[in-house]
């Protein structure tokens, strides 16, 4: 991706330097296509920033709360890093069992507390429906990264993010979506803000117990956009521009037999890529368990690793546009 001034992307539009501010991030369906091209425009700064200094005062002494009520390594480390290269500081809160949560604290309640401390919160809970809980009861913005099965909206907004700078533009794609559409919330979201772009064609590929929900097509569905579901990915591999590799998502299953009839469903490696255009790449927002073979990392068309680092670029932009600085 370019950094140097001839950004990619449209110059910011004036009101939206304000639009965002103090504003919850709760689910992708808030952003419209002009709300995109001004994150990625904010985001492509603040990676030639950090290319150029590192670290810098935007957010000199804000301070994010990030709680985190289920596992997390990127999005929990990555708004860390967003928060300290704009100068701000993080309260982390990565372990509820250690903190009043675990004391049946409810999470309104925990909300408050940390609100008289931060400026801002960030919120993974196990329950859909949460980050909006938590914005209810907030007075402070409450970005939502992860509620349950629903949505992961800072995901879709880095992973379109990653589409724009692998291959240059968002409209005319097909898009497959591979593995646990059901449980898989960052695809619910990432279906939803493709279908805001012009011919774009969605393919999913899924076990049938794993099938995308109804809802989301139904959603996608009413903004005319063709989306076919598949049990093998053989025939849609040759017409994908992205592959969107999902882990089946064990800690959702009722009945870890199911689990275990579906976790090896699909194995990306070199040969099954072979069919593949030369010019698409693949993403998955990680982690990997069996899905994507180690053997497959080091060919040009694996996105996922650039993609993790376009992620500290979109959270630095959030962050800054909640805060109205950006
Ligand atoms: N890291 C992503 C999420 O939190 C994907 C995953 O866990 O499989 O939803």
Known sequence: MPTD????????????????????????KQFSREDLEYVFGVAHEMRGMVERVGTFDLLKGKILANLFYEPSTRTSSSFTAAMERLGGS???????????VSKGESLPDTIRTLECYADVIVLRHPETGSAAIAAKAARKPIINAGDGIGEHPTQALLDTFTIMEELGHLDNLTVTMLGDLKYGRTVHSLARLLSKFNNIKLNYVSPDILRMPKEVMDEVAQKNIPQAEYASLEKVLPETDILYVTRVQKERFEDPADYEKVKGAYVIDPQVMQVAKKEMAVLHPLPRVTEISVDFDEDPRAAYFRQ???????????????????
């Open 90 to 100: 993080v309260i982390p809160i990565n372990e509820v069992k250690y903190s009043s």
């Open 308 to 326: 993790m680092e376009y992620g500290l670029y979109v959270r630095m932009a959030l962050l800054a546009m909640v805060l109205g600085k950006a």
């Open 5 to 28: 001034s001839q950004s990619p992307y449209l110059p910011f539009g004036e009101n939206k330097h304000a639009a965002w501010y103090g504003k919850d991030i709760l689910s992708v």
